[in-house]
């Protein structure tokens, strides 16, 4: 029960000028309520009632229901009036006075003033189509869940900004909001206007304008399933026929583009979601009709009139059809802002170096270089995706609370030492099941025993990697002994060797050939002309000054020296002595 105020007395009737003391009805309805405060309720709700609407929506017997209006009239609290006509059959409007409307809700909204008697008419109408929708609208499938009439409906939202800046306070104002459930259970919800043939054809489109601005602003989305219908309920066929065809004519009301050429696709679902459908029916003096028979006409002239069940039920199975298209329009919006929140990182890592840590910061550099290959042996088996929507989620949330970026660095450490570990073992296992040493392979263990990961372009590769055979073959491709510019009879780097050795020894004397090595004279040739990768031991001219072609290391040995160069095998073991099990 609502409130009541306490008081002194109320007025009587503003016209007679008298003034009443507290009665025992209002003392009776500050105490309990009971009967009659539901007359006021309801009299609250809809603004003007006759008696037999009254009754039938208490389901009280006429007679009981005048009695007790007759009490709250003495009491002040209500009044009526008999539109057009003070005697005879005409009946009761009646509405609440200030009084009442204070008892009820704690204000004063009435201002206590006989109403016109088109207002009494319009809004008895209203009352009646309510009432209609209470009585014959479970019968066919469409059960009555709210009714909201005068301010109680209208809708405020903010519209696009003009052209000067800032936005505009539109309001819509139907004269009834209906709500309902179908017998699927499906939520339904439409417009109701009311139309007495007291508004030209020129007020009504005025009236559609703001509906197709609430339409165009999607202004329903979060108060409705979807943009609710127009339902124009006016005197005659003619009228009704009249208003949906100037409609049809504002609104464009094509069917959806790609019906019946292309298949629907998601555009086409959210646009029929949105979509403003109007109809009208010409009964409004008997509302039960405009309930549960085929009387309503819509704006596409060759349709055939339908029932108000089947206006909702198509607008409730354009919804249940668009969710699913407003889901993927989501994800891939999502997807747009996750992609680029990740490009942005791919393009400048470092910031994230101070926040996550090195080990971090490289696994991300991994995960986001796009030459990955799935069927490659070195690429390890992360949950690449649900990691990556982790650091766009944290990297675009603002501020980002402290236990954020330890637990997501830990996360990415953890996760790069699996990879590290999945990359040191394929190694291993590439060295062990060919029994080569590689100079790529090399290069990629010296990689790894940096505590970085291979990228895609490094070990995509490695399988494929010359040999060492190969690879020196190719360093010797390439060399051309001094003095020598003809390719075709340059001599080999071992004819030209054997060529100065035997220059060296014709040099010698008799005496210093007895005691000369030609092997020892090649050996120091050798040192004097060659050089070794400090990393791989690959040999190299010392004229060629660029990097080792087989593992593209800069450094270099004297050759003599390339016996200490750490072997792969022994760089794999220390390797693998710090790798974690990790599935």
């Known amino acids: 029960m609502s409130s009541l105020p306490r008081g002194s007395g109320y007025p009587r009737n503003s016209a007679k000028g008298s003034v009443l003391m507290p009665s025992g009805t209002t003392d009776r309805l500050r105490a309990s309520g009971g009967p009659s405060e539901h007359l ?28 007790r209006l007759e009490q709250l009239r003495t009491a002040g609290l209500v009044d009526y009036d008999r539109p057009g006509r003070q005697r005879g059959s005409a009946p009761h409007h009646w509405w609440l006075r200030p009084a009442g409307a204070r008892l009820v809700t704690g204000t004063s909204p009435a201002d206590g003033r006989r109403p016109s008697a088109l207002f009494s008419a319009h809004a008895a109408t209203i009352t009646e189509v309510w009432l209609a929708l209470r009585e014959h609208g479970p019968a066919v499938g469409l059960t009555l869940t709210g009714w909201a009439t005068d301010r109680a409906g209208w809708q405020e939202w903010e519209g696009s900004a003009s052209r000067w800046g800032g936005a505009s306070v539109k309001r819509l104002t139907p004269d009834a909001v209906l709500e309902a459930v179908l017998d699927d259970g499906q939520e339904v919800a439409a417009f109701i206007e009311v139309d007495l043939a007291s508004m030209t054809q020129t007020q009504l489109r005025g009236k559609l304008d703001r509906y197709r601005a609430y339409a165009r602003d999607e202004a329903w989305r979060g108060r409705f399933p979807y943009c609710p219908p127009l339902l124009l309920l006016t005197t005659t066929g003619h009228r009704a026929v009249t208003f949906t065809r100037n409609a049809a004519r504002h609104l464009g009301d094509k069917s959806l583009p790609g019906y019946g050429r292309r298949p629907v696709g998601d555009f086409d679902l959210i646009a029929a979601h949105g979509r403003l459908v109007v109809a009208a029916a010409g009964c409004v003096r008997d509302p039960a009709r405009a309930v549960t028979e085929h009387a309503w006409t819509l704006t596409d002239p060759e349709a055939a009139e339908v029932t108000l069940t089947a206006i909702c039920t198509e607008r409730a199975t354009t919804a249940a059809a668009a969710w699913p298209a407003y889901q993927r329009q989501e994800a891939e919006a999502d997807r747009l802002r996750r992609d680029d929140t990740l490009r942005r990182i791919r393009v400048r890592p470092r910031p994230l170096l101070p926040l996550l840590g090195p080990a971090a910061v490289d696994l991300v550099s991994y995960l986001l270089d796009t030459h990955h290959d799935p069927t490659d042996p070195f690429t390890p088996h992360l949950d690449t995706d649900a990691t990556l929507d982790a650091l766009a989620e944290w990297w675009r949330r603002s501020p980002r609370s402290s236990g954020d970026t330890p637990a997501l660095a830990a996360t990415l450490t953890r996760l790069h030492q699996q990879a590290w570990s999945h990359q040191v073992r394929q190694l291993a296992h590439l060295a062990t099941s060919t029994g080569e040493d590689r100079p790529a392979w090399y290069a990629a263990a010296a990689h790894l025993a940096g505590r970085r990961l291979l990228t895609p372009a490094e070990h995509h590769q490695l399988g494929d990697a010359p040999t060492r055979d190969a690879a020196q073959a190719q360093v010797w491709r390439y060399w051309q002994p001094p003095g020598h510019r003809d390719e075709a009879t340059a001599p080999t780097y071992p004819q030209w060797r ?58 270099r040995l004297p050759h003599d020296q390339c016996h200490t160069v750490t072997p792969l095998t022994d760089l794999i073991a220390a390797l693998l002595a710090d790798t974690t099990n990790d599935a």
Not at 47 to 63: E, Y
Not at 516 to 523: G, P, V
């Open 40 to 67: 006021l309720l309801l009299l609250n709700d809809h603004r003007v009632m006759t008696t037999d609407q009254l009754a039938r929506a208490t389901a009280t017997p006429a007679r009981t229901v005048l009695y």
């Open 498 to 555: 054997d060529q100065q050795v035997t220059a060296e020894w014709t040099h010698l004397s008799w005496w210093q050939r007895q005691r000369t090595d030609r092997a020892t004279l090649a050996a120091a040739f050798d040192v004097e002309h060659l050089t070794a990768c400090a990393r791989c031991a690959l040999t190299i001219p010392a004229t060629d000054t660029g990097d080792c072609p087989g593992c593209h290391h800069s450094k």
